[in-house]
């Protein structure tokens, strides 16, 4: 149990262009979802933790305008790299629980290039 | 200082070699998650712990809430078991902080 999926697991797009990175728990209802992005060998750094109904929280220098997320159901939640740029090119990981003292469960990851 | 610290960065092992990753935080929390990353990327969560001990297979977790101190050990290592170890610490009902992960590459 407690699986979470992502998609797309890899995508290459446009300077410009917008891109929407799903995440879904398959088999629990999430009332947080917690978006993160990678860089190369380095630790997870949290952008945004979102629950069903209520608008995103932000974590100090990440762009709401930029990186927008929905969490329409207590199964989805979406992130949408606006305007995406080079510099957005990173892994990004959802996660998601049953609430916040509880245990997270992490999606397998989006890695996105923007050429 | 980071808050939450991993050691060793890095830990090469021969195949069936118990294996221990240690890690250090300076906060209070609510509970500490051990997580395993694997080179593709994707994260699995091995433990949540907020005191004691907890196995899983050859996995065993233990932590020390006094001490501020957490260990994971692999029993019988594998090849397979090659990742990055990361150890992550809640404070209250807050965010996840991270450690900077142990690298482990075991080899047959």
């Known amino acids: 149990g407690a699986v979470v999926s992502q998609h797309p697991s890899w995508v290459i797009c446009k300077s410009g262009t917008s891109v929407k990175i799903e995440c879904r728990s398959l088999?629990?209802?999430?009332?947080?979802m917690f978006w993160y992005r990678q860089f190369p060998k380095q630790s997870l750094m949290l952008m945004a933790t979102s629950n069903e109904g209520s608008k995103a929280t932000y974590e100090q220098g990440v762009e709401k305008d930029k990186f927008l997320i929905n969490h329409a159901s207590l199964t989805l939640s979406t992130l949408t790299v606006t305007s995406a740029h080079p510099e957005d090119s990173s892994f990004y990981i959802c996660?998601?629980?049953?609430?916040?003292?509880?245990?997270?469960?992490f999606g397998p990851g989006t890695r996105l290039t923007v050429l | 200082k980071n808050e939450v610290e991993q050691s060793p960065q890095n830990l090469t092992a021969q195949e069936g070699e118990f294996i221990t990753i240690n890690c250090s935080y300076s906060?209070?929390?609510?509970?500490l998650h051990w997580l395993q990353q694997h080179p593709g990327g994707g994260i699995v969560s091995l433990f949540m712990l907020s005191s004691g001990k907890k196995k899983h297979g050859r996995l065993i977790a233990t932590i020390n809430i006094q001490e501020k101190h957490s260990s994971l050990h692999i029993t019988a290592s594998h090849p397979r078991d090659s990742a990055v170890y990361i150890c992550a610490v809640r404070r209250g009902t807050d965010k996840l902080i991270f450690g900077t992960g142990t690298r482990l590459q075991v080899f047959p």
């Open positions: 088999d629990f209802q999430a009332t947080t």
């Open positions: 906060v209070g929390i609510s509970a």
């Open positions: 996660s998601a629980g049953t609430g916040p003292l509880n245990e997270q469960f």
